[in-house]
């Protein structure tokens, strides 16, 4: 049994992309699932002890871990971080 707060995101652009759904709504989650979304979820009553989340317009949508990634072929630097430097990798 989890010990997690149910958590209620709500007043979200809901994204997604595998099914090509784009509405606004709310999302439900419980036990690190998500058990509800969609703009008929009750914002008005969440469950108890429910952690409520207002998202105010902004969108939710699974998979999106890090939007601020910059991508670079083999053998480039980003000249941004201490990770690489003209293609080498140092730690």
């Known amino acids: 049994?989890?010990?997690a707060r149910p958590t209620l995101?709500?007043?979200a652009r809901l994204i997604?992309?595998?099914?090509?759904r784009e509405e606004a709504g709310a999302l439900a989650v419980e036990d690190g699932v998500i058990r509800e979304?969609?703009?008929a979820i009750d914002a008005s009553s969440p469950p108890?002890?429910?952690l409520?989340?207002?998202a105010r317009g902004r969108?939710?949508?699974p998979g999106l871990v890090d939007l601020r990634a910059f991508v670079i072929g083999f053998g480039q630097s980003c000249g941004r971080c201490r990770w690489c430097d003209n293609?080498?990798?140092?730690?």
């Open 87 to 91: 293609g080498r990798l140092y730690a």
């Open 1 to 3: 049994m989890s010990t």
């Open 52 to 54: 409520v989340i207002d």
């Open 9 to 11: 995101i709500i007043n």
């Open 48 to 50: 108890d002890g429910a």
């Open 37 to 39: 979304m969609g703009h």
């Open 16 to 20: 997604d992309p595998e099914t090509g």
């Open 59 to 61: 969108a939710l949508s």
